[in-house]
């Protein structure tokens, strides 16, 4: 093995594993933590089904410069730090580090220490090694692989201070072996695995993940300083090797991550950015209402009491269920407060005091039960006939109830992942869409694609029209004559007799990035939603309210058969209605997380409707009957849109 007389610098995006929760990794920190649980053998561990934190090759910033023998070169990055060996092929990785201890944060951050081959200048990635995680003042760690584009696989947990030691080596043409070590724990795993990608890097990184709910690269956690010592390579031409070294920047350009020198076949990355809020004195907030039933549109009393070891706490406390905000109390007054409200919706419902929190108290939450009658009769049994589309991210279209099965781009290799599927109105055929805004029509007229306009995808290269996010979704206009492609950015695409009516660049941008639009009952305006709880109506599609910016963000929306309401689905299973959008119920602290709600659809009637997760499991309220999932089966791509009568 080759040791390294150059620098590097490492290209590929770290994902915090679906599979290694905050919760997992936290068994493993302090004196007090229970003993270990040991590592799966190889081959036990499964691929996370919907991670929310993700590797993906380099979001460079300056662009290397070309290769040349022995040259030593700098460069900027969204999402690495380190070093990376280019300019020949590679058929060997190896290095050692000590696992950093992240400071804890309320929000959540991420980082993640690994070696690997590929991703400096290719879409693929083998790699293994370390994950940081911290969210709500709590810290996680644990070991993993990844053959990027595939979901990574969890190893095991770790702890801050463990010594790890990994490499990756090639056995021959498509056959890799990948090895890791907690050297404290006495811990190994090795495994061989099949891996075609080009070979043309090697690296040794610290990254900040991609994270798949956002959108966006996620906060880099404070890692402190971590240390790759003994770092090694097996190049086919040693004296071709280019090296590159990195840091990471922020959107603000500044550096938050810098590599120092190479010494020895060792370096130290540093952490150099925000530090992290010092830690306030925690809460505990309890909830009570008055009276503790009552008939819908009765006032209900809500009230609070926050206590702390700190002192006494000062500021408010908000009410609410599920997203629908009851009311808002003025200031705490020795830790207590209340207020009236008549909104609460119709069922037995969970009510959530969250206190504020201060500079010096942290925010806390704590809830209660109040039943709401209803005072309207019960909705109308349920149709016999009934069924539903699920589709997933490369096509594949399964169908349950009495739904027809047309055709799926299953079989086929996209150029990017479908995100949508809309249905024609006698249900007889559906459209797929994909991110570029390519239309695949399966017994259904054809009305145009994005590509059929000459507009490139999101991203692309060089000169030409080119989108300036990806579609995310798209819906038919009112009388099935046409439909609506809507862009992450919040751009609207009309196709057939689909009436453009407006678009989010047209009134100077939304907030957040758009998640649908839906067509109001006259067709002569249309809803547009927003991750972030936002919704802008356009032409005379009439404000019937939003939840605004919640603590899980919004993946899914669907309007009412009539046009008049539509409910708007969040990440954590909670469903809020508006219009004459009845709320007949969700899967709310069921879903999210590693399986979180992808899709909501509706009944013909409007009666009923289901809930999908990433992984197929549905959730039926209202007279909406439950046919059947895809969880337990090994999709190609996770659940991302439904449709149903």
């Known amino acids: ?92 990785v190896s290095g050692q580090w000590v696992v950093p201890a992240v400071q804890p944060a309320q929000n959540t951050e991420a980082s993640g220490t690994w070696i690997g081959i590929d991703g400096f200048e290719s879409s693929s990635v083998i790699q293994t090694g370390t994950l940081q995680v911290t969210s709500g003042g709590s810290t996680g760690y644990a070991a993993w692989y990844e053959l990027y584009p595939d979901p990574p ?84 031409t040693p004296s071709g090797v280019t090296a590159y070294q990195t840091d990471m920047i922020d959107g603000s350009n500044d550096v938050i991550a810098t590599t120092g020198p190479l010494n020895n076949n060792s370096f130290t990355i540093d952490y150099t950015g925000p530090n992290t809020a010092p830690a306030t004195s925690p809460t505990t907030t309890t909830a009570s209402v008055n009276p503790t039933s009552t008939p819908f549109g009765g006032s209900v009393t809500y009230a609070a009491t926050v206590s702390s070891s700190g002192g006494v706490p000062l500021g408010n406390v908000t009410f609410a269920v599920g997203s629908t905000t009851l009311c808002t109390t003025g200031s705490l007054v020795n830790g207590t407060a209340s207020c009236s409200a008549s909104n609460a919706p119709v069922g037995s419902d969970t009510v959530t005091a969250t206190y504020s929190g201060s500079t010096q108290f942290a ?69 797929l869409v994909a991110s570029d805004g390519g239309i695949f029509s ?16 999101a991203g692309t290269i060089g000169a030409g029209t080119r989108l300036n996010g990806p579609i995310v979704g798209m819906v038919p206009s009112s009388d099935d004559g046409g439909y609506f492609l809507v862009g992450s950015d919040g751009g609207v695409f009309s196709f057939g007799d689909a ?16 998640v649908t639009v839906l067509p109001d009952a006259s067709g002569n305006g249309y809803w547009l939603v927003t991750a972030t709880g936002h919704v802008y109506n356009f032409g ?40 004459d959008a009845v709320g007949y119920g969700d899967p709310a602290g069921v879903t999210g997380g590693l399986d ?50």
């Open 363 to 431: 925010a806390s939450a704590g809830s209660t039960s109040l039943d709401v009658t209803a005072t309207s009769p019960p909705p109308p049994a349920p149709s016999t006939n009934h069924g539903y589309w699920l589709v997933g991210s490369d096509g594949g279209i399964f169908t349950f109830g009495s739904a027809q099965f047309y055709g799926s781009t299953g079989a086929l290799k996209l150029q990017r992942p479908v995100v949508g599927i809309t249905t024609t109105a006698d249900r007889g055929g559906y459209w």
């Open 1 to 92: 093995m080759h040791l390294k007389s150059g620098v590097v610098m490492a290209v590929t995006t770290l994902c915090v594993l679906a599979s290694v929760p905050l919760s997992v990794a936290q068994s493993a920190q302090g004196a007090n933590a229970p003993q270990r649980t040991p590592w799966a053998s190889w081959g036990h561990s499964q691929p996370s089904s919907a991670p929310s934190l993700e590797f993906e090759p380099d979001h460079r910033v300056l662009a290397p410069l070309p290769h040349v023998a022995g040259a030593k070169a700098t460069s900027e990055s969204s999402n690495w730090s380190g070093y990376v060996d280019a300019g020949t092929q590679f058929t060997a």
């Open 540 to 579: 005379d599609a009439p404000a019937l309210g939003q939840p605004g910016p919640q603590s899980a963000p919004v993946t899914s929306a669907v309007r009412t058969p009539d046009g008049n309401g539509y409910w708007i689905l969040f990440a954590n299973g909670t469903v809020d209605n508006y219009g």
């Open 499 to 514: 009436k453009f009516e407006g678009s989010c660049p047209g009134i100077g941008g939304c907030s957040g990035a758009a």
């Open 596 to 645: 979180p709600a992808t899709a909501i659809f509706t009944t013909s009637d409007g009666a009923g409707y289901w809930v999908s997760t990433a992984t197929g499991t549905i959730y039926a309220y209202g007279d909406a009957p439950n046919d059947g999932g895809t969880s337990g089966l090994r999709l190609n791509g996770s659940i991302i849109a439904a449709s149903g009568f």
């Open 442 to 457: 399966f017994n259904a007229p054809f009305y145009g694609s994005i590509p059929g306009l000459g507009i490139a995808p």
């Open 153 to 236: 696989v969890t190893i095991g947990a770790v702890e801050p201070g463990d010594a790890m030691q990994a490499s990756i080596f090639e056995d021959g043409p498509g056959t890799w072996t990948i090895s890791l070590a907690d050297l404290t724990s006495n811990q190994t795993t090795s495994g061989e695995v099949s891996y075609n990608g080009p070979g043309t890097s090697a690296e040794w990184i610290e990254e900040a993940p991609f994270n798949t709910v956002t959108n966006q690269v996620s906060t880099l956690a404070d890692f402190g300083s971590v240390q790759f010592t003994g770092i090694g390579e097996t190049a086919s």
